[in-house]
């Protein structure tokens, strides 16, 4: 996600951005049925308090909340757009390609608009304080041990020299 971002591939780090929060939640509570209620409920722990912490306007709590995040996430995932829609109300979330000061929120037209850098750190931060949250968890160590993973060609060609051992 940070590599994206840093070789200007936003929408890729967007993607990434909007695609952890699912990778994490299921991880700690993994099941069917249970997107979007876990979703919701990780990005308001991790990437939206940290959010808060930069921008903690009591006017505006919560630049992004999950519920805003789920809907983007919807949104852009499954249709390539930044307007949510669906039953619960969000706020549109539009983003800039680099930084111009601080994100912030168009309260008039219930618009945020915030850095590609400023999410993709928020998300990252949010991953890494799961992580350590999550350090001494046997169960999250073992999920984590699942994910996928892609061998480098020498890991590929000592798993097919051990099969043909095997055989």
């Known amino acids: 996600m940070?590599?994206?971002?840093?070789?200007?591939?936003?929408?890729?780090?967007?993607?990434?951005?909007?695609?952890?929060?699912?990778?994490?939640?299921?991880?700690?509570?993994?099941?069917?049925?249970?997107?979007?209620?876990r979703y919701i409920a990780w990005w308001d722990a991790y990437p939206g308090a940290y959010f808060n912490e930069l921008f903690s306007d009591p006017a505006d709590p919560g630049l992004i909340s999950g519920v805003d995040a789920w809907a983007l996430r919807c949104a852009f995932l499954h249709s390539g757009q930044d307007r949510p829609s669906g039953s619960k109300p969000a706020k549109r979330v539009r983003f800039i390609s680099e930084r111009i000061g601080s994100a912030g929120s168009d309260a008039v037209n219930g618009v945020v608009y915030v850095a590609v850098d400023l999410f993709v750190r928020a998300v990252q931060r949010g991953v890494e304080r799961w992580l350590a949250d999550?350090?001494?968890?046997?169960?999250v160590g073992d999920r984590l041990q699942q994910l996928l993973q892609i061998m480098s060609p020498d890991e590929f060609y000592d798993l097919i020299i051990d099969a043909v051992a095997i055989n």
């Open 2 to 37: 940070l590599e994206a971002e840093n070789d200007g591939n936003n929408y890729a780090a967007i993607a990434l951005g909007l695609t952890l929060p699912d990778i994490c939640g299921s991880i700690d509570q993994p099941g069917n049925g249970k997107s979007q209620q």
């Open 134 to 139: 999550r350090s001494g968890d046997e169960d």
